[in-house]
Structure formats: C-alpha cells, structure tokens
C-alpha cells in the first residue's frame, strides 16, 4: 500500500531522529510517516482511511508526497502584505493567572474578619515594593501549595511569578516564604477545605439541624443579600403585573428561577447555576466571585495584533531573530526545541515573536492555485489548471466526495476555507484540538520546518487532567482555558504524568494530518509559509457528536449544527457504503436522544407544538441562522421550547426548565421534523447499505421497538393515560366533524388538540391522515366563502381598488369531487362562475384566426369583461390585440410619410411586415407598405452586383450620385458609400507624402509613413493606381535612411559598400548625401593598407601606436583595428607580467611580499614566442630560468643523502655514537641551501621538503639522547607529541620508525611505575608486559628497564603485608594499621583486587563516621569530638529516662534536675508545682526575682498552666543537634558491615536502647493526654509537664511521639485558654468563641471534649439572639416596643456580649415625631432650632420650607390648631395609639448632652447638602438621632416612665 512504518525523516533541513529529548527530560516518540505512491496519491480520503487504524493512536501523521508532487506557490510574494500577532512565548506556560487583586482582597479581607478575628495589614512590604497578595497565592497554588513549595524547593520559581522577570536571591526565597507562612498559609488551608467540601462538612457537624436559623448563612442567602451600598436588592413580587426581579441573569437574561441564582459576592451579578460553563450542580459553599471580578484585564494574557508586514519585511524580522538565538551557526533540532522551552517555562527571559496567523485565503490569497486567482508569468497552464482541481489542494479537500462538510452551504473560515501561516523563529500555536473534533490538514508551502507535538484522541482525558493539575490558578481564572489557544505545557510533563505524547517535523512539502480529538500544538524553526484547513470523513461523524456535546456542556457556540448536517447529508444520499454505518448510528443516536426528550415533555405536560418554518435551502448546511438556545448557546435545528411569556426566547429539550417559572401547559414545544420523519432517514439509510452488520440488525431491533405508543402514559386526574389512547379518542370524536355543516370553531378546536400527537412516530399517522383531511376541508370551506365573499363586494361598489376573484381559483374549489365538507355557499358560487365561461367562450371566438373583427368591435367585448366580477385572464389577451393594432398602424404611416435620406431602417420594414402576417389584419395601410419593400429591394440587387466582382472607382461614384435621395438605409448601399470615402482619402495622402520626399531629413519617419500608405492600400476594395509608385518610393526612403546612419554613426566597411551600390541600382547616386559617404570609403581603404604592412615587417611599438592615432579620423569600423589593439595589449600584458622578474629588488628582500612562481616564470618565457612587437625583455627572462633550475638541482642532491640516512636499519650503541654528529651535520647543509633558495625570491617545491627534514633530523637526536639517561613522563610525552605531527612519509622511514617504537615503550613504562604515575595506578600484569617488550624494540633504554624492575619488587611486599592484615580476627584489626596500608598502597602497589578491598574498606569505615557526625551535628575532622558527642547524648537519654521513672516514684534520691548533681554545698529550688529540685546556679538568669523557695515555679509549670501557644525553651533544652531515632537505628544496621572493630559503634547502640525506652514512656503520657475530655486540667498538666521535660532533655529526636506531644500541648493550651475564657468576669464576645472553635477543629478537638461542648452551646445561643436582633433592627417599627425592649433584656442577659447587636435594638427602640413612631423610612424634616425630627405628612408640609421652626419651639395659632388636630387623632384614631416607649428625658437636660457631642450635621451623611435645611432619610439603613426636642405638653408624662430609660441609648 506504499504506507511506511513509523521512522523518520531521510532528507531535511534539520533531520528528524528517532525522539526528542526536552531540556534534559524524558524521550518524545515520532509519530507515523508515510509515502504514498502515484496512486494512492489520487485519493486523499480514500488514503487517510487506509491508514487510519494505524496513525489513528498516535493522533498524528505526516505525508509525504511523490517526488512528481510540486504544486506552484500562488500568492505574489512582491505584493503580499499580511497581519501579524504579537506572541510572548515567555508567558505561554509560565505566567500568572489574570486575576483581579481586589476580588482577592475582598474575599481575604472576609476571611480575616471572619475566621481570625482580626483585620488584614495595609501594606506588606517586599523587595522594596508593596507585595501583591493575590499573585503570590497564585505562585504558590500553581506549584502544589505551600506544604509542596517548601518541600520540593520551588521557591525560586515562585519569586519569578511574584518579581515578574527580576533576579531572585537566597534571601528573597525566604522572605517571601516568611511573609506566605504569616499571611496566607491559614487562608490557604481555609481555600483548600472550601473546596473540597470540608467546610460545608464543618458546618453541618456544628450547626446541626438549625444551620438554616442560626450561624453561617445559608445557601440561599447567595440570591438576597443587601449590597455594598446597604440597599436591599428587590423581592420579586408575583402579585404585580409587571414584575421586578431579584437579579436577572448575564447569561440568559431571565430573572426566574431566583432559587438556583448565584450572586457575585463582589459586583452583585447574577448567574444560575445551569447557566455558568461549565455549570453547576449546586450552589457552592463560601463566598462566589464571576470570572469579570477574579479576572483582571490589565493582566489577562491573549496575542495582541500587531503590525501589518510585507513578506520581506518580515522575511528580516525573521533572520534577525534566528541570528540573535543562534548566530550564524546552522543549529540542530534538539538545541531549538530545548531553547523554545525553557523560553515557555520561564528560565530565559522575555520573549516576543511575531505570527501570521489565522489568514483568511478569502481575503489574503490561498498558497494553492485557485480558478479565480490571478496566474504568475512563469507558470504554465497546463500546471496551473491540474493543481486548481488537485484534491489534495486544501481549497478543495473539504468538498471532496465522501466529506460530510459537502452539504455546508456557506464558506467557514478556517473549516470550509482555508487559513494561511506565517511563521518566524518560535511562533508558536498551543495546545488544543479543532472545532467540533474535525480532521485537520496543514501544508508546508515553503521555509524551515514546523514542529509538532501530539496527544492522541483516546487520551484527551488524561491530557486536560494533567494540565488541570500543572496550572490549577490559570484554569481557576479560565475554567474553558483550553479553548483559547494561548497556553503551553512542555510534552515531558505530559509524559511523567503517563500522557502518551508525538513528534512530528514537517518539512517544506510535507502533509500534516491531526485526527479528532487529539490535542496538538508546536512551533517554527524559522521563516516559513503554511496553510490549513479542517475535512470530515464519515468516520469523524461519532466525534463531530462528542464535539457538539461538549460546546453544549461549556456553553461555546457552535460553528454549525451537528444535527443539520446529520439531517441533509442523509436526504442527499450520495454517501459510499463506508460511509453508512457511522451515519446510521450517528442518526439513531440522535433520534433515540429526541424521542426520549419529546416524550418527557409531553408526559411533563407541554402538549402544544407546531412545526418550524421551513428553510430556503433544506439541501444545504447553514443558509440561513437557526435560533439559539439562551441557555446553552447551541442551535436549535431539530427542536426548541418557547412560552409566551417570552416569544423571543429559545431553549433546546435539555434546559426546558430553565425557560421560565410558568407552568407546562403555556410552554410550545417547536420541531423540524416529526420522530416518523426522522425514523424514516434511519430507515433510508439502509435501503443503500447492503452490508448489514450485527451492530446494523441490533440497531434496527431498537428502532422496531421504540414505536411503541402504549407504554407512553403521563398522569391525569383519576389515574394515568397513554398517548395512543388520548389519539384513539380523538379520531373518533374528529369524524363527527365532516357530518355537520363546517363551523369553524369546531375544526380549530380539533386541529389545536392535534398538536400533542403530531410531533411522535409512525404510530401516530391515523391522527396525521385525519388533521390532514380536517385542513383541507377547513381551506375548502373557507375558500369557498372567501371567493363569495369578493364577488358580493365587487358587484356592491365594483371599485377599481378591489381585487376580483380568479375563475381559475373558483373552478379549483368547484372541480374537488366528492366534496370535503358540508358548506352551503357551494351552489350559489357555481352560478357566478357558470356566467363568467360563456364570455370566456366569446372572447376566444373574437381572437380566432377566422374572426373578423375590427377594433370597435374589440374594444366593445372588452368593456363588457370589465362588467363581470369574476376575473378571467382572457381579458388580457384581447387588450394586448387591441394595443398591438393600434401601433402597427401608427409605426407603418410614420415610414411612408419620412422624407430624409436613410432615416428608415430596412429591418423595421421587415419587422412590420412579419406583424401584419401575424395579426391578420385588413387594412389599407398594407399596400402602401408592400410598395416601399419592391423598392427597398431592387437597390439591394444593384449594389451586391457592384460588389461581387473587381470594384472600379468611377462605376460607383455614378451610383451613389443616382441613389442619393432614397429614405430608407440600405446596408449595401452604406457600405459602397465607405469604401468610395477611404479610397479618396488614400490617394489624397500619399499625395501629400510624395512632394519634396528626397529632400526631408527625417527619413525614418518617411519610411513609417510610406509603410502605412502601402499597408492601407493593399487593404482597400476599390482598385487605385498609385500603389506601384509608393513601392519604388519606399526602397529610396530605406537606402536614404542607411546613408543618414552611415553619416551619424560609425558602420562597418563591407556595409557602406553594400549601400553604395544599392544606391546606384536605383540611381540616386549623385545625391549630395551619397558623394558624401563615398569619401569616407575612399579614406577606410587607405588605411587597412598600411595596417597590413605593419604586421609582415614586426614593426616597433610606436608604429602601431601611430596607426591607432590614425584610425580616430577615420568614421568607419575598420577591420583590421582590433587586431592592432590586440597586439599592444598582449605586448604590454607580458611586460607587466615579466616586471617582477626583471626588477632589481626581488621578493627576498621583502619578507612580507609573496614567493614567485617558477612555473610562472616559465609560462612568461613560451609566451614571449607569441608576440608580434619587438621588445628587450626576452632575453633577460631567460637567463633568470637559468639560475632557478641550477638551484633546484643542487637541492635535490642533498635531500637524497639526507633520505639515505634515514634508511638505516640496525642501530647498535656503536652506531648511535656516530649518527648524532653525521645528523648536525646534515642540518647545517641544509639550513644553508634554504637560505640561498630563498635569497632567490621564488617559491621552489623543494623548500617545504628541506625544512621537513630539518626538523626530523632535529627530532631523531633527540630521541637518540634519551637513550644514555632515564627521561621524566612530561619530556616524554612532549617527545610523542612532536612526533605525531611529523611528516608521515619521513616518519615511515626506517630509522625514524625505530626511534618512534623505542619513545613509545619508553613511554609505557614511565607510566606503569607507581611513582610517576600521576594518580593513574596500573596492574602488575601491564608492568611485566611492558618489561618483556624490551626485546622487540630496536633501541635499549638500560636505566628504564632497571626502574621496572624495582617496582615490581616493591608491590610484591605490601602484597604480603595485606595478607598478613586480613587474616587476622575483626577485632584484632586496627583502624590506624588499615590507613597505614592505605597509604603505602597508593605509592607502592599496582592495581590489584587487594588494593581495592584496602580503599573500599577505608571509604566504608570514613563514609559511617561522616554520616554519624552529619546525624550528630558535629564538625567534620575531628574523630575524638564525635566520640564526645555521643557521650553526651547518652547522658541526656540517662537524665530523660530518670525523669520519667521519677513520675512514677520509681527515683528515691532527689538531684538537681538540671546537672544531675547532688552536691551538699549548693542551694536547691524546689518548684511548689512539680516538685522538682534546682540549683540557683543551674537557673542563672531564669530565676528572675524569686528568691522565696514556697512561691518558685518552674517554666515548664508556667508554660503548660498559662495555656501559652509559644514557647522559646526551658533551661533543660538540649543545646545541640538533636539526631532523630530512625536515622541511629539506621545508622546502627549499616554498622555491622565494618570490617574493623570501632568504639563509636558500641556507644550509638547503647544510644538506640536508651531511646527507645524513652519513646516507650512518652508514647503511653501522649497517649492519656490525647484522649482526656473531662474539665479536670491538673492531672493531664502533669503528666504534660513530665513529658515536655524528658523530651527537652533528650538528646534523640523522635519525630512522631514530639508531634503527637505538640498536638496534646496545643490542645492542652486551647482548652487552658478556653477555661480562662468563660470564668472570666466579663461576657466573652462571639468573635471570641468562633475563634476558638475555628482552631479547636483545626487541631482537632473531640466533639465529647467539655469545652467544645460548652462553646457549640454558647454560639448557638447567641447566634440565635442576634438573628432575631437583626430582624428586628431592620423591621421599620413592625415590632412592638414592648417586645423590642424585652428582647433587649434577654440580649443584655445572655452569657455571651453582643455590643452592635444591643446597639442597634437601642437605636430601633427610639421614637420620633408627633406620632411617636421609629425611624421608618418617610420624608422627614428637622426643627433648625432643636433638631427634632418631624414627618411631612404629620405635620402637614407638602413642600420645602426655607426656614421650619417647630410648634414646640415657637407655637403659632395656626400651627397650634395642626398639633390639636393630631392630638385628637392619635388620642382616637388606632393610627396614632399612645407610644409604648417613653420619650428621652427633658430638654434641659439634653441641652448638656448637646454641648459635649458633635453636631448633628457631622453626624449625616456626607451626600447630604449642609446649607439645604430639608434632610432626606431614604436609602440610610440606621440614623442616629441626636438632641431631640419633646413637646413640652407631654414631658411630665416622660418623666413618670423614666426607669425605662436603660432601654434607650442617645448618642
């Protein structure tokens, strides 16, 4: 089949191996290649499908075309100007997330306030700069999370997000994880929790079953809540006509559903939770903030357009960046793939590219040819036509014959229409998978290759998880971030997290194919040009579904609808048989989808529904816009929903009820197609599929099956109905209808119940039959009332403006037979159309061919047509034979009565005689019009027998001058009248031309002219006479011309002699300007004479220069010229050539001039034969030649005695001593013949051979010397290295060999002695080997040998040393005696087994201690200290051991606890808690100033009873490193592989046991303090103190019985503090107890625990109260006072404080106004001499006063009146009762209060105009009123209940 395995690329630019390795990671297999052969090249699908099963799981491939495969480039590459995008490839990967800084400071904030009770800092400092919080968590949450960051050491990268580009220190990492640990890393661990769903589990474990009264708010406290302004969002009222929403939704725009509506904590937006994408199933817990708040513009990533470039100015944008990154050097694929990642991971820098991308071919051009495009020059077309129908040119690749997007009508971007590329260096396109999962196809047209990296289909899951888990902040942001193509991760990720990944490099020519779903993405390796396009074969119909599934899941709107295209290309049926069985399934799987929703919907309760309209082109995809669901985004082809409440608004099946709050029976239910219909396409499918499957029979079996009406039922009243039986009544009750006379009401009523069943399946055709019948006799009915209805009114008003009723449209209702219905008008409507036949009848008889009649007689029918009501068409027919008569008449009398000369056209004669054939007609006219024909037609004959034969100019001008007068125009006589005028004309300008023509000067013009005249003359009709003259003319004008030139220019002398005797053949040789030009021939002839007898005689150089002087003169081309030039410049060219040679000064004396050439100089001598001058330099070239070839004889000479030399075979002691002083001998000769050769100045070959043997004879009495001395390795080697760049033809000689074979053992040997062995150690077995190759070399080296041999003896005695060690026991063996050995090996021994056992048992025992002192802590060197070290930890675990068994009372005897001393002469301290003893010495400084021994308390008993978190250490504190026990036992166990006996081993195992005792002792108090939950603290805060001194003390760290000790003492200070909080004298506020119970489940205290009990309890109480507070404070005086005041009691008698609560209850309790009513709302306006407030209803004001002064203030008759007049009121009425409350105590004392408290004004609102006295309440959620004035009339009544006064609170 011509497809390849999986290899790689075998010619390219860069090369393809067989996988990358990235930035030092993991492998990238390549994915498939393959080379199709010519055939298979025919079919690009039909070759995919081939392949498919085999590229298919690597989701990538690349082809190659056959080598005949060169489509030509189509675009200008001149002309084409293209957009670019700007790309920072830095941030593909290694970005942070576009956040906005104040979501998170919101939500921080909140946390803070809520779970820490505290507030957060205002500025945090880093780096010098404020320290963005959000980017930080971000950082820190890409990498895992704190606890990951600190463990994995990935602070340097953090700090890279955070300084964005900026160098990070050492000290910046830690600072930075400082500030994180202090300010994020509880917020962290909240974040966590929330989402993954621990704190709604917390909530539920302490809040129980009132979570929804008390507490947290509930989770529909998201949907109504006051906002940031402290207005209350608007309750929907359902009772209003027109309703006012809670919020209404960005997404559909519905303010429905408010129960599932989420509100953005920040900017108060609404969504529903179905409505988010992707969406969610329920409201989330904590605060919810949309994607516009937690996004920040100013930091979100995309690539931003760029500038708009020519192809060459990006060409050198492109070389730039290449030659920046790489320089000149051509790099290989792995160096640009490592550098492309570690740019996209942030090790590089910033990094901006440029890209041409997304390039619409419709717009900018297609890379391919196209039928419409415009064809280069250089092109031929036959290519370009074979390439414009190629099917593999991706213009025409998605309309291909087996491709589903054949049916789309409309050209898509990027999918039907293919997108052009442009890359440069690193432009990059990221991951991600095409739309609706199509096939991809990209072409490299030209430039360097493009790297691609692949995720197979089948692992897109695993592929989005992993990306989910490496950039969780950015998917937080961007939950649909694989849809924006802008994100990056490098494959090797993918691969450690066992996502299979592909490489594939496209080269220029090449094929990419990307299958469905397979996530892909890469890069360019430089300028180059691409083009893409998407195709769908069947086999992507299942994907293209998936596809559609997801768009719907994440809300993307579709590119087009998957169920259309499903729909058309069924109905087309032009698909192959491997094609059908995915769309047979694909259209089940849809049908089964449909019918399923349908049903539920019907059994739901929607019952109405009616078909969509229909589309303009149903056989095509996408011709017009289908609507949309709101919900989703996708289109509604198959099936929508749609209510009345909201025409304009479409929902698919799915979100049906999401569509509005109203009820089922109101929703529509709109379909395309009925489940027949679409059961039907299934079933067409397999008329065309012959192969049936078993998957094709199960599917048939589900169809047959699926019919099934009776099992659809849906509950009614009584019980439940199906759908068939809801049909079979209605039939019945239907065919009543057709036996009664037609009511309308009664057949709309019927078809409207109809709607319930129309929409199913086959099973539902009765009903379909029966609504059909019902619809036609309803049209027929009320058509046939319609029509009578037209007629009734035309006969009544027989206006113009009324339309007339068609008898066409009467005879349609008249002729159905039997009739439809009963209608009684039927009959009435046969008479008026019976009337309207017969004029029909009349009206064809008049318009026969027989018929007679005249117009009168016409007109007259006409007008009685016109008096019938029913319209026939027979009416138009004899209006138009009216009209027609009318105008042939008029047209024929306008022709007979023309007079002027050819105004008529003989076509419109014609023409008039063809209408009165047709019209039949009678008139006299006609004879008029036959006889201007005759005429017309005799001119005719006259003018074509002129025209036949030989035209003479006089026969014609007498016919024209006899048919001057005649009217009509003639095309013959028109055409004898042309030909007349051009002749005239012709003979009138040659005329003109011919006088004076010898005399012009401007010739060639003359001959253009005289061109034309001929050229016009041989094309005329009529014969002249003048054309033989304008010939003869014409040959002067040309030999006229060539004179001018000879005369202008200078020509060549056979050309003038040419031109001389033409002009005597036509004999105008005695013309001036011909005399002229035979002088200048005279003059030429002269001188090619005396050029010829200067080159027989071999004349000097000045004659040929004075021949060339003479040439000037003369204005003719000689021939003989160049010849002479020739000779003086060969002449002179061998004189410049020979003048190096010749000069006095030769090359020698100048050493930096370049050596001459002999063959040079001899190639001067053979050309000195070939020169036609005579010079003197001959003879001198000669006589150098001479010299050089003496010299190079002498030469050679020498060279063959030096060549004898080195031929000398056997060399002895006795030759040695006298081949030294022949060889300085031989270097002297030959160092003074070099310096005579180049005294000579030439470059001899034999030069380079002398300095050759020079310096190898200068090397060989080198070698010979080292023969009577023992050489160092260094002069050795400098020896062999000399020797290696010896010419190799004399290093092969004889002597030189031998040397070479005698300094390469020498070599050897100087290498294997240990001694000079430089750190290299060789085996005894290469030293022997050496000694005995003394006999092979040719030269002996005695003092080497005897070297050799003394090291030999030397190994074999520490051999025996070794042995003598390690047959002794392990215990025998000494540390110092090992390392003794150690170090006489390395200078004595060679490499054996035992010597490596010496070194690996040194390393083992150096190895141990280096580790014990690294667990210790100790300094490295010194082996006493370490000792030491373990000492003292073992008597650390001595006294931590004693401390424990003391707590049991197992230690009679009381020491200092501290020194473990008992000494008698110190001072002992004794705490008065725990007992214990120390010295006033031993405590120093830490006894501060108790000096009574009864009151003394240990730090320890402080600690541990103060509930103290923090702690600094006690004095018993261990000092140093503290080795943790695990890594001792472990330390213990790879001590027993020591072969030597050691003292630090037997103290660490006596360490072990210690310790593991100790961890015994603090396992069992951990264990009884853990689980302690009485009230009782003393018993455990012993136990807690026992522990945490044995664990100070220890020196052994045990890791997990120290955590469980942290745990039980945090615990123990929780529950210390938590007692001290509820015996305290004062209430404890609820912020207080949240805090508490918020960190006792952070440690995790026991829901049995007494004090976790007793705060759950006082929360709950106190929570419950300040709800109820809440309510009230803001109920606007619902509640009664005396209520209020009681609820302030239980508020102020409760065990936990609530300030702003009882604040708020105080200020709701204050009353106002005459009416004595709390603040509520209304107008109100305050008194501007006692600030009392007062409502404007109350006191009567409708307006604004300037100035209000009140009645208690300054009572007025009138305003006195007002106030009796609310007195009556609210002493009768139920409106104004008596206030519960009294008022506040009497002016006079509040008049005190006023001077000590701010003014009323400062107090408002800063909104509130100052100098306007009329103030406002509304939107204030609490004022508090100062300085209010009472009535004077009621103050004794305030004073009698002024014991109520506690309940108010004035400020």
């Not at 996502?499 to 180059?528: A, C, D, K, W």
């Not at 049991?1448 to 501290?1458: A, F, L, M, V």
């Not at 203030?1753 to 409106?1775: D, F, I, M, Y």
Request: net charge neutral; aromatic share 8%; hydrophobic share 35%.
């Amino acid at each position: 089949m011509g497809k390849g395995r999986p290899r790689a690329v075998e010619k390219g630019v860069l090369g393809q191996s067989s996988s990358v390795s990235l930035s030092g990671s993991l492998s990238i297999p390549p994915g498939p290649v393959y080379y199709p052969s010519e055939d298979e090249f025919k079919d690009p699908l039909e070759y995919i499908y081939r392949i498919r099963p085999e590229a298919e799981p690597y989701g990538i491939c690349r082809i190659v075309p056959p080598k005949s495969w060169k489509p030509p480039f189509g675009l200008d590459l001149d002309s084409f100007t293209f957009p670019t995008k700007t790309q920072a490839i830095h941030q593909l990967q290694a970005r942070p997330a576009a956040c906005d800084s104040k979501t998170f400071d919101l939500e921080y904030n909140r946390f803070l306030d809520n779970h820490c009770g505290k507030k957060s800092k205002k500025r945090v400092v880093f780096e010098g700069e404020e320290l963005d919080l959000c980017r930080l968590f971000n950082a820190a949450k890409r990498f895992g999370g704190y606890d990951k960051v600190v463990k994995e050491k990935k602070w340097g990268e953090v700090c890279r997000f955070v300084l964005s580009g900026r160098k990070v220190s050492e000290c910046a990492k830690h600072v930075l994880c400082q500030l994180y640990r202090e300010h994020l890393y509880d917020y962290e661990d909240y974040y966590n929790r929330l989402n993954h769903g621990v704190v709604r589990s917390c909530k539920r474990g302490m809040h129980g079953e009132k979570k929804g009264e008390h507490g947290v708010e509930s989770l529909s406290s998201k949907r109504r809540r006051r906002n940031t302004d402290g207005e209350k969002v608007k309750v929907c009222k359902v009772e209003e006509k027109e309703e006012e929403f809670d919020q209404i939704c960005e997404q559909c725009e519905s303010g429905l559903h408010g129960e599932v509506m989420l509100l953005c904590d920040r900017c108060n937006k609404g969504w529903h939770i179905y409505c988010l994408a992707p969406p969610l199933k329920r409201i989330p817990p904590g605060n919810w903030y949309c994607l516009d708040c937690l996004n920040s513009d100013k930091d979100s990533f995309g690539f931003v357009p760029g500038k708009r470039f020519s192809l060459e100015a990006f060409r050198r944008v492109a070389d730039r960046a290449k030659r920046k990154w790489f320089g000149s050097v051509s790099p290989s694929r792995m160096q640009i793939e490592k550098k492309f990642w570690e740019i996209v991971e942030g090790l590089v820098g910033e990094v901006e590219v440029k890209y041409g991308s997304d390039l619409d071919t419709s717009v900018y051009g297609s890379g391919f040819p196209r039928v419409n495009d415009k064809k280069p020059e250089s092109v031929e077309d036959e290519i370009w036509d074979k390439y414009c129908a190629s099917p593999w040119n991706l213009n025409n690749l998605p309309k291909l014959q087996g491709s589903m997007l054949r049916a789309v009508h409309h050209n898509i971007a990027g999918v039907m229409v293919p997108w052009l590329y442009v890359g440069m260096l690193f432009s990059s396109f990221c991951w991600h998978f095409e739309d609706h999962c199509f096939y991809s196809m990209n072409y490299l047209h030209w430039g360097e290759p493009k790297c691609w990296y692949s995720v197979p289909g089948s692992e897109a899951i695993a592929f989005e998880k992993v990306m989910r888990n490496c950039l969780p902040d950015l998917f937080d942001a961007q939950p649909d971030l694989l849809f924006q193509l802008v994100t990056m991760l490098n494959p090797s990720v993918l691969q450690e997290n066992g996502v299979s990944v592909y490489s594939v490099l496209q080269e220029p020519g090449n094929f990419v194919i990307t299958f469905p779903r397979s996530y892909h993405g890469g890069f360019n390796f430089g300028l180059n040009c691409a083009e893409a396009v998407n195709f769908a074969p069947a086999d992507w119909l299942p994907h293209g579904g998936f596809g559609a599934e997801l768009y719907q899941l994440y809300r993307k709107a579709a590119v087009l609808s998957h169920e259309e295209l499903l729909c058309v290309v069924a109905k087309a049926n032009d698909c192959d048989s491997k094609a059908l069985p995915y769309l047979k399934k694909e259209l089940h799987r849809i049908y089964a989808k449909e019918k399923n929703c349908r049903e539920g919907l019907w059994s739901n309760g929607i019952i109405k529904s009616s078909p969509m309209s229909p589309k303009k082109c149903p056989e095509f995809v996408g011709t017009e816009e289908d609507p949309t669901c709101i919900i989703c985004q996708q289109y509604l082809f198959l099936s929508a929903v749609v209510c009345c409440c909201r025409p304009s608004a479409f929902v698919c099946l799915e979100h049906c009820k999401h569509l509005c709050e109203c009820k089922p029976n109101k929703h529509r239910l709109l379909y395309r197609h009925t489940l027949a219909e679409l059961k039907q396409l299934v079933l067409l499918i397999d008329k065309y599929n012959f192969d049936e499957t078993p998957q094709c029979r199960d599917l048939q079996r589900q169809l047959s099956c699926s019919d099934d009406s009776n099992a659809l039922t849906k509950k009614v009243k009584g019980g439940h109905v199906s759908l068939a039986k809801l049909a079979e009544e209605w039939i019945l009750r239907s065919s009543k209808i057709f036996q009664i006379p037609f009511s309308r009401d009664a057949y709309v009523n019927a078809l409207k119940e109809t709607e319930q069943f129309l929409w199913a399946g086959s099973e539902m055709d009765a009903v379909r039959a029966v609504a059909k019948n019902l619809i036609e006799a309803q049209n027929w009915a009320e058509g046939i009332k319609d029509c009578l209805y037209k007629i009734e009114s035309w006969s009544c008003n027989r206006s113009h403006n009324l339309e007339k009723v068609d008898l066409e449209h009467v005879n349609n209702f008249l002729n159905l037979n039997p009739l439809p219905c009963i209608e009684p008008g039927h009959l009435k409507l046969k008479g008026y159309a019976e009337e309207a036949m017969i004029l029909v009848q009349e009206i064809d008889s008049a318009l026969s061919t027989s018929s007679k009649s005249s117009i009168p007689e016409l007109e007259q029918l006409y007008s009685r047509a016109c008096e019938v009501p029913i319209y026939v068409k027979e009416m138009e027919k004899l209006m138009a034979r009216i009209s027609a008569l009318k105008v042939w008449v008029d047209n024929v009398k306008k022709c007979i009565l023309e007079k002027c000369p050819a105004a008529i056209e003989v076509d419109v004669l014609y023409r008039l005689k063809s209408e009165m054939l047709e019209l039949q007609v009678q008139l006299p006219e006609v004879e008029m019009l036959m006889d201007l024909l005759r005429q017309v037609e005799s001119c005719q004959a006259r003018c074509n027998e002129i025209l036949n034969g030989p035209i003479n100019l006089k026969n014609v001008e007498v016919l024209l001058q006899e048919l001057e007068s005649i009217t009509v125009n003639i095309p013959e006589l028109k055409l004898l009248r042309q030909y007349h005028g051009d002749a005239v004309s012709w003979i009138s300008h040659f005329n003109d031309v011919h006088v004076n023509i010898h005399e012009r000067e401007d010739q060639e013009n003359v001959v253009d002219e005289l061109q034309c005249i001929l050229k016009q003359g041989l094309l005329l009709r009529i014969q002249v006479d003048e054309l033989p003259l304008v010939e003869v003319e014409l040959k002067k004008a040309y030999c006229r011309k060539e004179a001018l030139k000879a005369r202008r220019t200078k020509m060549t002398l056979f050309s003038i002699q040419q031109l001389m005797e033409e002009a005597a053949m036509l004999r105008i040789e005695g013309e001036q300007l011909f005399v002229d030009v035979s002088g200048v021939l005279a003059a030429a002839m002269h001188w090619e004479e005396r050029a010829a007898h200067i080159f027989a005689t071999e004349a000097q150089m000045s004659d040929f220069e004075d021949v060339i002087r003479t040439s000037k003169d003369i204005h003719v081309i000689l021939p003989s010229l160049d010849d002479v030039k020739d000779a003086i410049s060969m002449a002179k060219s061998w004189l410049k050539n020979s003048k190096p040679f010749l000069g006095s000064s030769f090359p020698a004396a100048h050493p930096s001039c370049s050596l001459l050439k002999v063959e040079a100089l001899k190639e001067l001598v053979s050309q000195s034969k070939l020169l036609k001058i005579s010079l003197e330099e001959r003879t001198m070239i000669h006589s150098v030649l001479k010299n050089c070839l003496e010299w190079e004889h002498d030469s050679c000479s020498l060279l063959e005695e030096v060549d004898c030399l080195f031929n000398t075979n056997n060399i002895d002691n006795a030759l040695i001593n006298g081949l030294i002083p022949k060889i300085e001998h031989l270097v002297t000769m030959i160092e003074s013949i070099l310096e005579t050769g180049l005294s000579l100045g030439f470059d001899f070959d034999e030069i380079p051979k002398l300095q050759n043997a020079r310096s190898i004879l200068q090397w060989c009495n080198k070698a010979l010397s080292f023969c009577s001395v023992a050489p160092a390795l260094p002069g050795i080697e400098s020896l062999m290295e000399n020797a290696e760049h010896l010419p190799v033809t004399c290093a092969s000689s004889a002597l030189c060999s031998s040397l070479i074979d005698g300094v390469k053992w020498l070599k050897k040997a100087s290498e294997v002695i240990p001694v000079s062995c430089n750190g290299k150690i060789c085996k005894l077995s290469d030293a022997e080997e050496v000694l005995s190759e003394v006999q092979r070399i040719k030269v002996s080296f005695p003092l080497m040998v005897g070297q050799l041999l003394k090291a030999i003896e030397k190994h074999k005695l520490w051999k025996e040393q070794i042995l003598i060690f390690f047959g002794l026991k392990t215990e025998e063996r000494s540390w110092s005696k090992l390392l003794q050995l150690k170090e006489l090996g390395k200078d004595d021994a060679f490499s054996c087994c035992e010597l490596d056992m010496v070194l690996s048992e040194t390393e083992k025992v150096e190895k141990w201690k280096l580790h014990c002192m690294d667990i210790v802590g100790h300094p490295v060197g010194d082996v006493n200290s370490l000792l030491d070290a373990l000492v003292k930890i073992k008597h650390t675990l001595d006294r931590s051991l004693y401390i424990y068994k003391k707590a049991r009372g197992c230690n009679p005897r009381d020491p200092c606890i501290h020194c473990f001393s008992d000494i008698k002469d110190q001072e002992l301290l004794t705490c008065s808690i725990c007992k214990d003893c120390y010295h006033l010495q031993c405590l120093g400084a830490t006894l501060g100033h108790q000096s009574d021994a009864k009151a003394y308390v240990c730090s320890y008993c402080q600690f541990i009873g103060s509930g103290s978190i923090s702690r600094n250490g006690g004095a018993l504190r261990f000092g140093g490193k503290r080795p943790e026990l695990n890594m001792l036992i472990e330390l213990l166990s790879d001590a027993e592989g020591l072969c030597v006996g050691i003292e630090e081993r037997d103290v660490v195992q006596q360490l072990v046991e210690l310790a593991i005792a100790c961890k015994d002792c603090l396992t069992e108090l951990t264990d009884f303090t853990l689980a302690y939950l009485n009230r009782d603290l003393s018993i455990i805060s012993e136990k807690l103190t026992t522990a945490l001194k044995a664990v100070e003390m220890a020196g052994v760290y045990y890791n997990h019985g120290n955590n469980r000790l942290e745990l039980a003492l945090a615990r123990n200070s929780w529950r210390v503090r938590v007692n001290k909080l509820l015996e305290d004298s004062q209430k404890p506020l609820i912020q207080h107890i949240q805090k508490f119970l918020k960190e006792g489940l952070a440690i995790s205290i026991p829901p049995e625990d007494h004090f976790w009990q007793k705060l759950t309890e006082l929360k709950c109480i106190g929570l419950q109260w300040a709800e109820n507070a809440k309510k009230v404070s803001m109920d606007s005086g619902a509640l009664g006072l005396d209520e209020v005041c009681e609820l302030i009691t239980q508020g102020e008698n409760l065990p936990v404080h609530f300030e702003k609560e009882l604040k708020l209850l105080r200020a709701r309790s204050m009353l106002y106004c005459i009416c004595r009513k709390p603040y509520d709302q209304r107008a109100m306006i305050a008194c501007d001499q006692c600030d009392e407030w007062y409502h404007f209803d109350c006191i009567k004001l409708s307006s604004e006063p300037k100035i209000y002064i009140c009645p208690a203030c300054k009572p007025h008759t009138g305003e006195l009146s007002v106030l009796l007049s609310v007195n009556k009121e609210r002493s009768t009425g139920a409106k104004y009762g008596e206030p519960q409350t009294p008022s506040p105590p009497h002016t006079e004392s509040r008049r005190k209060n006023i001077e000590a408290k701010p003014s009323l004004k400062q107090m408002m609102p800063a909104a509130m105009d100052h100098g306007n006295i009329l103030r406002y309440s509304d939107g204030i959620d609490c004022l508090f009123w100062r300085n209010r004035k009472p009535f004077r009339r009621v103050a004794k009544r305030r004073a009698e209940v002024e014991s109520l006064s506690p309940f108010f609170h004035i400020q």
